[in-house]
């Protein structure tokens, strides 16, 4: 379903990584290793569209995505390494406002379900300036528990970071539970971790 055909990324003078290929079929879980500053981000970056690689192709169903565009967005869901949740919303209004950006239209109850679910259902109704940035983290993640039938990629950079053990787990769960449904995941992870689905890995080189 996901494939990259030749990438090449080019940051400020620095060739990143190049001729980076790979196929991800649905249902696997795609695993990006690599030292800091190797590109891990930048490569995710591209995959979901919101960088120009440097040369090559990212497909999504056999069509590079950058004729999709809205139909790939809308089947994709992407947590980037920062947050990215407004301040002067609470956290359940974050995950109404996340839903609605995809087309989907949830209810309060919904958004509070899935706050529950990362342990941050007492905080739903905070400004999110009120948390800490592991909170914030929290408020972010629990997007992955909302009810989302077109969700057909994830792309995740560091999503078990600064985790406890239960919200670990969760994350995992969750994450199980869209492989499960034919859905394809990619993510970076600096800690070790285990899924029921296939799993495969690249690294990017220094």
Not at 62 to 87: F, M, S
Not at 117 to 146: E, I, W
Not at 152 to 177: G, H, K
């Amino acid at each position: 379903m996901l494939a990259a055909q030749s990438l090449q990324c080019v940051r400020g003078g620095r060739h990143l990584f190049e001729n980076l290929s790979f196929a991800v079929p649905g249902g696997t879980l795609l695993r990006i290793t690599g030292a800091n500053g190797a590109g891990k981000t930048s490569l995710l970056r591209i995959l979901c569209g919101l960088l120009l690689p440097s040369g090559g192709e990212v497909l999504w169903r056999d069509a590079p995505i950058r004729q999709q565009r809205e139909d790939y967005w809308r089947e994709l869901r992407y947590i980037g390494h920062l947050a990215g949740v407004k301040d002067e919303f609470t956290a359940e209004e974050n995950l109404v406002f996340a839903a609605a950006l995809s087309g989907i239209d949830i209810k309060s109850a919904a958004a509070h379900a899935a706050l529950d679910q990362l342990g941050m259902g007492k905080f739903a109704h905070l400004p999110v300036r009120m948390l800490s940035q592991g909170q914030r983290r929290r408020v972010a993640l629990a997007r992955l528990a909302l009810p989302d039938s077109n969700a057909a990629l994830w792309v995740l950079d560091e999503p078990l970071a600064a985790l406890d053990t239960d919200a670990t787990d969760c994350v995992l769960s969750l994450i199980d539970a869209r492989l499960a449904a034919g859905a394809v995941v990619v993510m970076t992870s600096h800690q070790p971790f285990s899924v029921a689905a296939a799993l495969h890995s690249i690294s990017i080189p220094v």
